[in-house]
């Protein structure tokens, strides 16, 4: 079983949408949660860290359930530019410096 | 600016030569990784290093060697590279908030490798 495993897609969604992804881990042990953005042949930049009680940045919110393992990631009112990979990473511990993570899960945002 | 950098961004090269991607920070951040990223199966971490003269071997460290005698700088070997070492590769550092107990991490821009 991956680690970290997330659906590849790709989502593709029009404009204005709202859409929502999903990362399943398996170490219960994992404390870090992040979702990293990942453009086309560029280097993957961090979108935001996931807290426990959720948090929200402008149109995108993270979710975190420990109890089944997963955290989650919601786009809402799409844009084009929003079009990339997002990748989910899980670590054990802040300061472990071994983060795992997902292969990405594709979106593509059409007008 | 705060960035990573690598050089070459580029580079093609034949079985057995060795070569050198360089890994620089301009943070003072105590902690770098490399990572390489293939089709269909997402970044994989190779070396790490926690500070200097200190490094440890991620997932997949076969076949390359790293160092880190200065704090902003941590190269990446490939003492005789092969096929199976093409890839795209990423340089890495991290910041700690202990506050938050979280690392974020600054990825570099990035290398295509190409070995024939």
């Known amino acids: 079983r991956k680690e970290v495993e997330q659906d590849p897609g790709p989502f593709n969604v029009p404009e204005g949408a709202t859409v929502a992804f999903n990362c399943t881990y398996s170490n219960s042990a994992s404390q870090s949660f992040f979702w990293y953005r990942q453009d086309c042949r560029k280097e993957p930049k961090l979108l935001m860290s996931v807290y426990s009680s959720g948090n929200e940045d402008g149109r995108f919110t993270a979710q975190l359930n420990r109890a089944s393992q997963y955290i989650s990631l919601l786009i809402r009112d799409s844009k084009l530019s929003d079009s990339a990979t997002y990748l989910c990473?899980?670590?054990?511990?802040?300061?472990?410096?071994?983060?795992?993570f997902g292969r990405g899960t594709s979106l593509i945002v059409h007008p | 600016e705060a960035q990573v950098t690598q050089n070459p961004r580029y580079l093609i090269t034949v079985t057995g030569k060795k070569l050198t991607v360089t890994c620089s920070q301009n943070?003072?951040?105590?902690?770098m990784s490399w990572y390489r990223q293939d089709p269909g199966l997402g970044l994989r971490q190779i070396y790490y290093s926690m500070n200097v003269e200190v490094t440890d071997k991620g997932d997949v460290p076969e076949g390359y060697k790293v160092s880190r005698k200065e704090k902003r700088n941590f190269p990446l070997i490939l003492e005789s590279p092969s096929p199976n070492q093409t890839s795209l590769y990423f340089c890495?550092?991290?910041?700690?908030?202990?506050?938050?107990?979280?690392?974020?991490?600054?990825f570099g821009p990035g290398t295509r490798l190409l070995v024939l």
């Open positions: 990473v899980v670590s054990l511990s802040g300061g472990s410096y071994i983060p795992t």
């Open positions: 943070m003072n951040h105590e902690y």
């Open positions: 890495a550092s991290s910041s700690y908030d202990r506050g938050r107990d979280q690392e974020t991490q600054y």
